[in-house]
């Protein structure tokens, strides 16, 4: 279990891409509404990535990424700039996080427009919400990296709608050198009818795969899993639209809700796409559940010249 003052800020280290971020996901039990939030650091480029998304029933994506916000200050994790204002805090180390927003984000009909100049009117956008442990860490093996699955509760701001939110949700920590550009990986969390939790990650290393995860019951312990196969069809922009993926001894059915991608700009001037989706999972046994999916190729990156 990672220790306390891992939940917080770690020196740096001097590669270029090394990163920290802090990751949160959140979803509606019947996938009606969802979004997820992503504050990285780069210290060695002097600036923090921030991301917030929101998807839904009836509603266009909204999407705020800023990849020139400034560094924190201290052992903070407040960001300010214009049009955006967030913090993220540790309320109980290894069980309680909590994060509020204030930004106007883009409100964008089509999900791939995401991946280009993200042209659409600003929507005031807000976040007062709760992440709180469903179960314990789950400590990647080898690298400096954990996840634990949540319950999420609180409010979300769109224009002038106050909405309610009560759901679950995955959150995780991260700490070290990130090229999203350099290795294909999938990522999926989710809660299902039953209070079931779920999560596996596939990076396709050069010589083997790394495919750590875990299956958490309902009122049990957390179970390792090292078992993760993935059968996609993706269409534009590498969105999936139809698939399977095997979690252990879950046989899951993908079915798509909503769309929620990230344009990736590296510092050598890459342009990457990230997919990232809100769905529905079927296990054969009759059981559902909704979480999300992310998936990054090598192939969707271009390179300047």
Known sequence: MAADHDELRHPAGTEALWNESWYFDFASDDGSLGGYVRLGLLPNLNVSWFWAYLVGNDRPLLAV????????????????????WTDLTCETANDHWSIGLEAFAVSLDDPLTAYGDERGDLVPFGLDLEWEGAGP?????????????????????VGSDRIAFDGAGERDHSWGVRDWWRFDHTWVAGRMGDDSRFHATLVELENFNYAPGFFLPPD????????????????DGGLPMSGSLDVGALNLDVT?????????????????QLARTLCRFDEPDGRTAVGWLELGRQAWTTRPG
């Open 256 to 272: 798509p809700l909503f769309h929620a991608p990230v344009r990736l700009d590296g510092p050598e001037g890459e342009i990457g």
């Open 65 to 84: 990424r800023d990849h020139e916000a400034p560094l924190p200050r201290g052992k903070s994790l407040e960001i300010r700039t214009d049009g955006l």
């Open 137 to 157: 860490p789950f400590d990647y093996p080898g690298v400096t990296r954990y996840e634990q699955a949540c319950n999420v509760h609180g409010e979300i701001l």
């Open 220 to 235: 049990g312990d957390l179970e390792v899993t090292t078992s993760f196969d993935v059968d996609l069809k993706c269409g």
